[in-house]
């Protein structure tokens, strides 16, 4: 085993396999199995499979055989990295499409790889090879920070708040850091290999958003549709859209209404090509208003959410936020009617039937008991022909 081969190989672009519609689901499994360059079963690996969309991180281990099972899953992209403890130049990353409801199948077989990369970028010491290999490099450094970044996303949850702002910090620096050598790779990308620039800026986009960094994130999102039309593409360029408009100071009713169409475009052809991913788009873009206290944009988003996918607990749960924000009443004399939106109980009752035991599900029954309370002591009337915003 040749360090220089087995470092070139660890860092080939992968083609991703799109198989299917992704949802929110979490019945998805990985069967995999690793085989090293000799083509024999690879043990005690350790395998890193980080969601690139909810950066949510699962870790298993190669047994005897080189197999290891992941059950559980959401379905989606998923970043699995290989790495030998015992061999440090060991450190694989692909991407792959999980789909729920199956049993999906990864193969990971280094005797092939090197052979097909070795076919296909024979040795050579030319400018141009060197250059090859360089970009390379940068490439799958910027992968696998990366890979740290998920990582500790996944620790930040159960991280002491005392700890939390300094986590936070270091995961800004992990994908501005991934940022950075992904821009190498892409200057270095010889025009023979365009074939490589929607993964490479596609990557770049997105740790420019993990580094809060949104309208270069946007601008590189709309590099990588330029180069390859892509649902994922699509849904991050309209979150990053919203959310690079919600952080400027001052901004006036028409940008968010430009802002919000512009987003709006992006999820119609995210659910064009892909409705499992328009439904993320939706959702997505209805949170980032919903989070800066613009609710009434954030309610088409959360309607076409849960139209394109029923599934989506999350989804309900805050379209059902934004009907109850619009709950209204009127009093006449010592009289109150409470006016509830159509659709208010229903959403959060579609929360709690998909998540019972969900992060907002102590939410969605305060909500309900709430509008239980208010339908008990006064009058209080649903009606449908509320102004529209």
């Known amino acids: 085993m040749t ?36 083509g024999n079963p690879y043990p005690n690996l350790t395998i890193t499979m980080t969601d690139v969309t909810t950066h949510q ?24 990295n290989v790495k030998d403890p015992a061999t440090p130049e060991v450190n694989y990353t692909a991407k792959y499409q999980v789909d729920i409801d199956k049993d999906n199948q990864i193969i990971i077989n280094f005797k092939d790889l090197v052979a097909a990369y ?23 450094a910027g992968l696998d920070g990366m890979t740290t970044y998920g990582q500790d996303h996944a620790k930040l949850a159960a991280a002491a708040a005392a700890d939390k702002p300094a986590l936070t910090q270091k995961m800004v620096a992990e994908c501005q ?9 892409e200057k270095l990308n010889a025009p023979k290999d365009a074939k490589n620039l929607p993964v490479i800026v596609g990557d770049e ?7 809060e960094k949104y309208p270069e994130a946007a601008e590189a999102f709309e590099r990588a549709l330029a180069l390859k039309p ?7 360029h309209a979150t990053d859209l919203a959310k690079a408009a919600m952080a400027q100071s001052g901004i006036t009713a028409a940008q968010i209404s430009d802002v919000l169409a512009k987003a709006t475009a992006d999820c119609n052809q995210a659910t064009a090509l892909d409705p499992a991913k328009g439904a993320i788009c939706w959702r997505n873009l209805g949170i980032v208003f919903y989070n800066k206290g613009h609710i009434k944009e954030s309610l088409e988003p959360f309607q076409k959410a849960t139209a394109a996918d029923p599934t989506n607990a999350d989804a309900w749960y ?13 009093q006449v004399n010592d009289k109150v009617t409470y006016i509830i939106q159509p659709g208010t109980q229903e959403a959060y009752q579609k929360y709690l039937d998909l998540a019972p035991t969900g992060s907002h599900a102590a939410e969605a029954k305060a909500a309900l008991d709430t509008i239980t309370s208010l339908q008990g002591s006064t009058d209080s009337t649903v009606v449908s022909n509320k102004k529209k915003h």
């Open 205 to 211: 986009a997105s740790a420019l958003e993990c580094a």
């Open 177 to 185: 850091a991934a940022a950075s050598e992904f821009v190498d790779a």
């Open 118 to 140: 070795k076919k296909e970028h024979p040795a050579d010491k030319s400018p141009e090879g060197v250059q090859f290999q360089t970009m390379k490099q940068h490439f799958q």
């Open 318 to 330: 805050f379209l059902g936020s934004v009907l109850l924000n619009q709950m209204d009443s009127k």
């Open 57 to 80: 991180t699962l870790v298993a281990k190669t047994d005897k055989d080189g197999k290891f099972v992941q059950l559980g899953m959401k379905g989606g992209i998923w970043a699995i």
């Open 230 to 236: 892509d649902a994922g593409f699509y849904g991050a």
């Open 3 to 38: 360090r220089g081969w087995l470092m070139a190989m660890l860092t080939i672009v992968m083609a991703l396999a799109w198989c299917g519609a992704a949802g929110a689901q979490t019945n998805a499994r990985i069967s995999g199995q690793v085989f090293d360059l000799q």
